[in-house]
C-alpha cells in the first residue's frame, strides 16, 4: 500500500469514529450530548454533500446558530485536533 492510500484508510477510521457512539462518550463529560450531535450533523452532511465545510462556516453554525460561546467551540475543536479532518473540513 502506498502512502495516500494508507493516509485514506486513517481518514475513513477517524470519520467512522466521529461518527459512533465512542466519540460521544468521550467527549459528553466535557462538552454536551447535544453540541457532540450538531457538531456531528453538519459534518454528515458535508458528507451526504459530498462537499466539504469550511471551517468559519462550521464555527458561525456552531457558536451562531446554536448559540454555544465561541471559547466552548474553540476548546472543542482543539480538543478533537480539527486539523485531521482536512480535506472535510477547510
Known sequence: MNNESIEIIEFIDLLNFTFSDSFVEKWRYKYSIAFIKKFQYKLLLS?????????????????????????QVEDFLEDIEIVLYYPLVM
Do not use: M
Open 47 to 71: 458528507v451526504q454533500n459530498k462537499k466539504p465545510v469550511k471551517l468559519k462556516s462550521l464555527n458561525q453554525y456552531l457558536i451562531k446558530k446554536c448559540k454555544y460561546s465561541e471559547e
